[in-house]
């Protein structure tokens, strides 16, 4: 699997205040460590950026490949920051994100082509958020159709269903199957296209100390699925190890709770406890609540 | 080509519950099929059970009509207890409003001592809901608890910021909790496990909260489907508890239901029914003609099959 990893994000405050300050350590700090912990891509998520674009974008993406040898996933809703952070790449990198919006059409799909990169295509549209499997793939397809009139081939296509939070009242649990459902679909519908997540949106809204365990096992469920890709925290080191096939026996758990087996829990370490109980809820089987490694 | 309905057989049950002790109780919960869904395998054992709301202090925004059955006992909560009895109610619910610090903050002991007198009053069984203020709650509703020692009485609100002290007054003084969370299946379902850890899960009742007719009483009537659906289906312990409506604050604050009588009963009435169809297994009304209206409404015989 594609590991793009998260964490230079505008939203973080170190981050923030080292794009203003113009600062490189943090931001270089987090990369060298990204690196290291065997991120493929690394993502920038720099927000709109309205002041001094070009230059920041610039600042930001020369900051990242002093250190990190590796190529980045440009991640802006504005068009002139996005050029702006292709353009300083050294390495081929991945547009994140076009959608199916007109907008986003029309002005972030002829910079994939323009500078002959990877891009992301999220299922989001001008009516909203697609809910279920089919009708994310009915949106897909129209913007793909649309990439591939501009001359974006389907090898050069990322998709994103969008992972939304589990935790969300009476309907998380049913997005969260659906993305699921839509990643096993996709290379039947569309051959060639890879498919990415923002994956700890998942746990989005969980009590932090939880949010690990979610991330974790439903990355295990989505690979499962054929998941080409994902972007998250490569600093947890227990996803790497699931990344990378070295905990064979919680994979194995996971796997044996979405097939429904009706595992013995009292011959289960704690741990292996909490990967049956967080595999339960994903699978939709078990109600999700805030409460769900206590019940 | 002859038809055959489908007939479904669900292994889920509600927890029965019983309230009150010897001949004043009554048992809610118990069914085993989805609400109003007699054409299944399994029953519905208790009929939904109606309660009539009571305050503790001379209630200032009802409408005259709404007053008018206990016109001349209203300013005396044990005898306004007593005609709820004689019109018929299956159980008396005590509102302590005036505890609110809100209201006139009233003590905790005064509070306790007007339960017991009420409770002593009644041949039938009695709920208690506290002010809602969750650290008022926590020092009213643990004396409540242990005024009326034994006396199997229903208390709540149980919310998640006073469930520890205010869970285990209830236990320890043999009473049952009204277990209460913001219209949210995942929060009800965080505090019923939390609440679970020291309380015994048959002896919680779900309060969903019950919005009025007009006012969102849908998000109520999809999560209390839910709850049911869960726990009769899907068999989650966590929901597997009966359900409690409890909306005549809610309904006698709209402008349609002051408005006149006529309306003000239709709207609590379907405010009532909605929340029964819904699966509530017990009401709380402020207007006495509404019991026999809905009971009429919803039949008798059907539910003893």
Known sequence: MIVIAEGIHVIAKTVNDAIKSRDKKPIQDLARAQAEAGADYI??????????????????????????????????????????????????????SASGKTDSKEQMLPLAKKYDCDVVISCINDKGMPP????????????????????????????????????????????????????????????????????????????VELRPLLNRVYLVMLDRSGLYSSIHDVLDEDIMKLCRGERQNIVDLIYRTWDGEDIDLSSLSQEEVNYVKTAKVLAGEVLYSDAWLEA | MEYSAPVEAYTGIVRPMTIGKGAKAITIGGENILPFHFF??????????????????????????????????????????????????????????????????????????????????????????????????????????????????????????????????ILDHGHMAIAQTPMDINLLKELNVKLCHFFPAEKIVIDPLSPALGYG?????????????????????????????????????????????????LWEGMTAMCLLLAGANILVL?????????????GGEIWQK
């Open chain 1, 132 to 207: 279920e499997a089919d009708s994310k793939l009915d949106s897909i397809m129209n913007t793909v159709a649309y990439a591939n009139e501009l001359g974006i081939p389907n090898e050069h296509i990322w998709c994103d269903p969008i992972v939304l939070p589990a935790s969300t009242a009476g309907t998380g649990q049913d997005h969260a199957l659906a993305t699921y459902e839509f990643i096993k679909i996709l290379p039947e519908a569309l051959p060639d296209i890879k498919s990415i997540v923002g994956l700890s949106n998942i746990s989005s809204g969980v009590p």
């Open chain 2, 217 to 265: 009483i849908e998000y109520t009537f999809s999560l209390m489907e839910r709850i049911k659906q869960l726990g009769v289906i899907s068999k989650d312990s966590m929901t597997q508890m009966p359900m409690i409506a409890n909306f005549g604050g809610e309904v006698w604050k709209t402008k349609q239901a002051k408005e006149s009588k006529e309306q003000g009963l």
């Open chain 2, 286 to 298: 402020r207007h006495p003609d509404n019991i026999k209206l809905v009971k009429e409404t919803i």
């Open chain 1, 43 to 96: 993502d920038l998520n720099v927000g709109f950026v309205r002041k001094d674009t070009e230059e920041t974008m610039q600042w930001i993406v020369n900051t990242v490949q002093e250190v990190a040898d590796l190529p980045l996933s440009i991640d802006t809703m504005n068009p002139v920051a996005m050029e702006a952070g292709l353009k300083a790449c050294k390495k081929r990198p991945l547009l994140n």
């Open chain 2, 40 to 169: 299944d395998e399994g029953s519905s054992p208790n009929p939904p059970k109606f309660a009539l709301e009571i305050l503790d202090m001379e209630p200032y925004d009802w409408p005259d009509f709404l007053v008018e059955p206990y016109k001349d006992v209203i300013s005396d909560p044990v005898k306004w207890a007593g005609r709820c009895e004689e019109l018929g109610a299956d159980a008396v619910c005590l509102f302590l409003k005036s505890t609110d610090p809100a209201e006139k903050d009233s003590p905790a002991d005064q509070a306790a001592s007007l339960t017991k007198k009420v409770v002593e009053a009644l041949n039938i069984p009695v709920i208690v809901y506290g002010s809602g203020d969750d650290k008022k709650d926590a020092e009213v509703l643990p004396k409540v608890a242990e005024a009326c020692d034994g006396e199997k009485l229903l208390i709540g609100p149980v919310l998640k910021e006073n469930y520890a002290v205010v869970g285990k007054a």
